[in-house]
């Protein structure tokens, strides 16, 4: 590893920890050249990254930093941290890795990010549907603050019921 202080190319690891509920491992450095420490993190990639469908037909590879986009978008000043925010994105990242083989849709991907924001906060859930779903009047997101409004929330970890049809 490549001292950030010095760019000396010799260091020792000191620590080595369990990082993102085991998504990671953070290890703690020493430069053997400048004696400074610092930290890295080596995390799992996929060899077989998803490739997402949008509506339109085309295919773009998966990008979580797109999700975080929407998701900050439509939290605004909503006080969610980023911690829950970056988590969020993670465990729908996770998901999809499992569920998904090569490709998944962005309605899927939209729709489970609406899901979880609708589980944490009915403000930002509006305002991130009505982006996804693309309204285009004030009576679609009237509808859809009703529906919020009459209807339980959506806990992510409980199971359903039943199947969506």
């Keep these: 590893m490549i001292c950030p202080f010095c760019k000396n190319d010799n260091d020792s690891v000191i620590d080595s920890r369990e990082a993102d509920s085991g998504a990671a491992v953070r290890r ?13 993190y080596e995390r799992f990639e996929r060899a077989d990254k998803l490739t997402v469908v949008k509506r339109d037909g085309t ?17 605004g000043k909503r006080p969610i941290s980023a911690e829950i925010k970056a988590e969020l994105v993670r465990a729908l990242e996770d998901e999809l890795n499992r569920e998904f083989e ?4 962005s309605v899927v991907i939209g729709r489970r990010v609406a ?7 009915d403000i930002a859930y509006i305002r991130f549907v009505s982006e996804h779903e693309d309204f285009t009047s004030i009576d679609e997101i009237a509808a859809e603050v009703r529906i919020v409004q009459e209807a339980p929330k959506d806990v992510p970890a409980q199971s359903k019921m039943f199947d969506d049809p």
Excluded at 31 to 40: A, Q
Excluded at 59 to 75: K, T
Excluded at 102 to 105: A, H, K, L, N
Excluded at 115 to 121: I, S, V
């Design 28 to 40: 703690r450095r020493e430069c053997n050249g400048c004696k400074r420490r610092f930290t890295t």
């Design 102 to 105: 090569g490709e998944v849709t």
């Design 115 to 121: 899901q979880r924001l609708r589980a944490l906060d």
């Design 59 to 75: 295919r773009v590879p998966f990008n979580s930093d797109n999700i975080m986009r929407g998701i900050l978008a439509a939290c």
